[in-house]
């Protein structure tokens, strides 16, 4: 049994709009050591789909499974959540200034959570805090262990986020977009750091990001989103160059550098559905290049496309990859599947 | 810091003095005579004793004179004579404070304590039952005017209670704290309800609206993700990060505390400065009202320097610039 099973997870938030549904039956597994890339458009519920299973994502209904370490995280009672949270599962965030507290020294943040769940001394605890300090790169820990988080850089915020989050050695990590809020050289460092941190602590790791190179840098297997929906999972060679779904290649072809993008790039057209009213059949079909007819009536299920790759597509399962040869194919395929007043989504190229 | 709070203490003094100076300035060009208000209807019968008093009290020397020799009394701790009860206002000021400062001090006490409390219970749970209540509670608290609640109290809960057989509250008075601190507090209970409740009523609507603010972001959600308990990631997380506009409130209320003292004490008939800069008033008994002024003055300095430190305590943001 792996560390963390998520079955069929759905998150809806009633609101005066109407119930936006933000995640609509999500499947994923997460194993010790392993590192899970999370990547979609803004909306598409990266964060609500990860958080909500330790009861982070501000309430919302929440349906399915979820096994950790066995037990069901979505069942089971606050205190034994509360006891999950931090020690079993520890998270860190988007954006290390507002996510730390302004207002209590850094080593007063880590010694908190330290003794909350472990019954050990201040002494004690402070010198486990310089000590994750000085292991996740701060320099002169013993010194900075009393700075406020406003007296560190952008990069040492993180990483005292990350000090924070490895303190207890949880079994799992899940870090919401840990870098988008750094300078390009500090994101990597980060990224560098935590893959170093995993191999060490050999924790699960859920990375969420829309930076498709992030993942290229520390993903096992990636599970792409769109809409509150799992689209495609697969390896992580397998997304770069045997994405299946056309929102995976779309996502692919508008990043520079990315592999089949040849200097081109080409954003996905139009932008992502109302979660409250969501489009007929396949969700992504407006702004599909190869759309057909049933993508208008049936939803499609996530379906083999390879092995341990599976995409939610109607396109035929051969047809994955980036070569010109398969494009073309592709758009073969659509054409034949579609009738004259179905409109297809052009993007500017 | 040190810097900072030296400037600041100058700057309180400069206030302090203009103060002083203003109310002698309005005090002595005020069209009235003091002798011969002060001799009442002998004045009219005794020119002579008029000058005399006149000459006593100093008031016929010029202006100037007159302001140098109460900076220089009052440098030496005299702050004068009453003109109507002829003690000295220093131990008019000495009898009056104890019961003002009691009274102002426990209603400060039981509002910020309240008023916050009940702020952080409805913020963290909005529209519940609870946070409707205390809305209306604030509503309510808020549009009551100070008598008319410091009546109604003495109403219930000293005539009617009373009648029912049950003598807990006294009607009015004072008992020192020194002398019987469980009647001293018997005493005061309905007057800091009374102080208390309009401020209270502020108290709720400010932390509510501040709370609300602070247990949306995002260190408070990293405070829930590291397994804390709900108490602590409401108190020492989210009410913490609200305290600074709760101080920054606190320390206009402050200010204005004198005012409401005043009719508090009238209500329940205690001799504190409110009660006792109001007979000055219409006695027209300059040295206590000019006593009266600068003692709050002095106060209100010093609550706005003790903010100040304050807001440096509670923000390291604020100490390390
Ligand atoms: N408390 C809430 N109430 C109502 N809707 C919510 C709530 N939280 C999230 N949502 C909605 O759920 C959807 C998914 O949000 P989520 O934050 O998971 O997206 P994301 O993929 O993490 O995006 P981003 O990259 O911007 O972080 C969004 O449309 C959001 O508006
Ligand atoms: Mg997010």
Redesign the interface.
Known sequence: MALLEVRDLTVEFPTTDGLVKAVRGVSFEVDSGETLGIVGESGSGKTVCTLSL???AGGGRRGGQALFRGQDLLTMS?DEL??????GI??I?Q?PL???????RVGWQIV??IR??EDVSKAVARKRAIDLLGLVGIPQPARRVDD?P??FSGGMRQRA?IA?ALALNPDLVIADEPTTALDATVQAQVIDLMVRLQKEFHSGLIMITHDLGVVADIADRVLVMYAGKAVETAELDDVFYHPHHPYTKGLLESIPGASGTRGKLRPIPGSPPSLIRLPSGCSFHPRCRYVMDRCLTDEPPLMDVGAAHRSACWLPATLSGLAEGTEAQRMKVAEAARSEDTPVAEGES | MVRFLIRRLLTGVLVVWLISVIVFAIFFIAPHNVAQLLLGKFAAQNQQLVQTVTKQLGLDQPIWVQYAHFLNRLFHGDLGYSYYSHEPVTSLIKAALPITASLAIGAAIIWVVAGVLIGVLSATRPRSFTDRLATLFALIGLSFPTFVLGLLLLYFFFYQLHLAGVTFFPGGGYVPLTQNPGQWAQHLILPWITLAVASMAVYVRLTRGQMLEVLGEDYVRTARSKGLRPLRVTYRHGLRAALVPIVTQFGIDVATLLGGAIVTEQVFGLNGLGRMSVQAVTNQDEPVIIAVVLLAAVFVVVANIVVDLLYAVLDPRVRLS
């Not at chain 1, 509360?82 to 020690?87: H, K």
């Not at chain 1, 507002?98 to 209590?104: E, Q, R």
Request: charged share 15%; proline share 3%.
């Open positions: 330790i009861g982070l606050a509360r006891a999950v949270r931090g020690a520890a998270a965030f954006d507002s996510s730390l507290h302004p207002l209590y908190e959570m909350s769940h406020y406003h007296q986020m924070m």
